[in-house]
C-alpha cells in the first residue's frame, strides 16, 4: 500500500510529499463501468454482495489514480439492518416505511436493538478484508452523521429544508437527544467493523448539519459526535467530519474530538480555516458542479483552491491538507474531468 502515508501524513499534520487527492461519492454515479454492473439491481442488493462491493469501491481508484478508496455503501445501511423498513428510490434517494411522529417511535432504535447490529454486518466487513488485500491506496470507511440519518426517519425522506425533524426537535429535546445517541452509537458500531476489518481512516457524512442553527448544533450535533468517537476510542485511525453548508458552524466544530473538517464549497478554504482557528486539518471543497465545465475553464481554480489549501495545511505548520470537492461528484460529471483533476493536482500539490 504505497501511497498509504500521503492521506495519513495529512491527517496527523506531518508533511506528505504531495496533496493527497479523493472524491466524496467517487464510487459509483459518474462511471460507466459501475452502471454496466449495477444494471437494474437495488443498490441494497449490490451492498451485500462483497465481491461486487469490493469492484465497485476499487473502480475509481484504478480510473483516476485517486490516493484513496471509500467503501461503496449507504448511509442507511445501517438503520436497515437495525431493523428499520426502508427502500432507496431510484433518482431520489431513501425512503422510509413509517417515518418517526412520537418520541415512542424512536424505541425501534433502543439500546438492544443497536447492540444487536455488529453480527448481522459480516458482509460489510468481509467486503472491507477484500478491498484492503487487493487495494494500493488506503480505504476509508464511513457512517452518517446522527442528526442527518435522524432526518431520514423523520421527515421520511429527502428534503431541502428538514422541517418535520426539527419540529420534532423542538417539540421533543430529551427524546431527540436520546434519539441522537443511539443512533451515535450505531454509527459507531458500522465503524468499528470497517476498523477491525482493515479501513485506515473514518468520515462521518453529516451532510445535513447545515439547516441548524449555532444553538441547536452545540445542544444536539456536538455530544453527538463526540459520542461516537469515545465509543471509537480502542482505535487509533483518524477521524473526519463533513457537513454541507456549514459556513456559520465551523467556529463550533473545533469542540469536536475529530482529526479533520471537511469544508463545504461554499466558503473559502482561508475563510474556513481562520474560523477554525487553524486547529484541525481541512478536507475540500471544490464546488462539484465545476467539474461540469471544460477542463481549461476550471484549471485555475483547482489550483488556486490546490493553493489556498498547501498554504493553509503542510509545511510549517501543525495541520494538514486533503484535497477533495465541498461536497459529493455530481452522477452527470464527465469521468475524464476528474482523473485530470487528479493529474493537475498529483503535478501541482508538491511540497
Ligand atoms: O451525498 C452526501 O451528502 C453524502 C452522504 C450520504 C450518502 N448517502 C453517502 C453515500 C447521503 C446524504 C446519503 C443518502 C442517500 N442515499 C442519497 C442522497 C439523497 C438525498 O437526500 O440527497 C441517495 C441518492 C442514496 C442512495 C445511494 N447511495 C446510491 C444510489 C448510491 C450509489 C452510487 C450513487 O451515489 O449513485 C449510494 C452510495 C453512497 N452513499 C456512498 C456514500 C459515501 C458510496 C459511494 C461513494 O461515496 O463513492
Redesign the pocket.
Known amino acids: 500500500m504505497d501511497k498509504l502515508s500521503s492521506l495519513l501524513q495529512a491527517l496527523n499534520g506531518s508533511t506528505p510529499t504531495s496533496v493527497p487527492i479523493w ?7 459518474s462511471l460507466p463501468e ?1 452502471r454496466d454492473i449495477k444494471g437494474s439491481t437495488p ?1 441494497l442488493d449490490l451492498l451485500k454482495n462483497p465481491e461486487i462491493v469490493k469492484t465497485i469501491t476499487l473502480q ?1 481508484v484504478s480510473r483516476h489514480n485517486v490516493d484513496a478508496a ?7 445501511l445501517p438503520l436497515l439492518v437495525a431493523g428499520i423498513d426502508l427502500r ?1 428510490e ?1 433518482g ?3 425512503k422510509i416505511t413509517e417515518p418517526f411522529n412520537t418520541p415512542n417511535d424512536t424505541e425501534k432504535l433502543n439500546g438492544d436493538v443497536v447492540n444487536s447490529i455488529p453480527s448481522k454486518l459480516d458482509f460489510v466487513g468481509e467486503a472491507v478484508k477484500l478491498i484492503v488485500s487487493e487495494a494500493n491506496v488506503p480505504l476509508i470507511g ?1 457512517a ?1 452523521g446522527p442528526f ?1 440519518l435522524a432526518c ?1 426517519l423523520i421527515d421520511g425522506e ?1 428534503s431541502k429544508t428538514w422541517s418535520k425533524t426539527k419540529s420534532f426537535m423542538r417539540t421533543f429535546p430529551e427524546a431527540f437527544s436520546l434519539l441522537l445517541n443511539n443512533l451515535a452509537l450505531l454509527c459507531a458500531q458500522f465503524i468499528r467493523v470497517q476498523l477491525l476489518s482493515g479501513a485506515s481512516v473514518f468520515q462521518v ?1 453529516d ?2 448539519v447545515g439547516v441548524l442553527d449555532r444553538c441547536d448544533f452545540e445542544r444536539f450535533v456536538v455530544p453527538s459526535i463526540n459520542a461516537i468517537r469515545s465509543s471509537l476510542s480502542d482505535f487509533n485511525q483518524p477521524m473526519i467530519y463533513f457537513g ?1 453548508n456549514t459556513s456559520h458552524l465551523l467556529d463550533l466544530m473545533t469542540s469536536l474530538e475529530v482529526d479533520c473538517i471537511g469544508i463545504d464549497w461554499r466558503i473559502s478554504l482561508t475563510s474556513a480555516a481562520e474560523s477554525m482557528n487553524y486547529n484541525h486539518s481541512i478536507q475540500g471543497n471544490l464546488d462539484p458542479s465545476l467539474l461540469l465545465s471544460p477542463f481549461d475553464v476550471i484549471k485555475p481554480i483547482i489550483l488556486q483552491t490546490l493553493e489556498e489549501g498547501m498554504r493553509i495545511g503542510g509545511t510549517n505548520t501543525k495541520i494538514g491538507y486533503i484535497f477533495n470537492l465541498g ?3 455530481l ?1 452527470e460529471t464527465n469521468p475524464a474531468t476528474i482523473t485530470k483533476t487528479v493529474e493537475l493536482v498529483h503535478e501541482f500539490g508538491r511540497y
Open positions: 472524491f466524496m461519492r467517487q464510487a459509483g454515479r459501475y443498490i475509481p471509500i467503501l461503496y455503501s449507504d448511509i442507511v432507496i431510484a431520489t434517494g431513501p464511513f452518517g442527518t431520514y429527502s457524512f451532510s445535513w454541507v461536497h459529493g461528484v452522477p
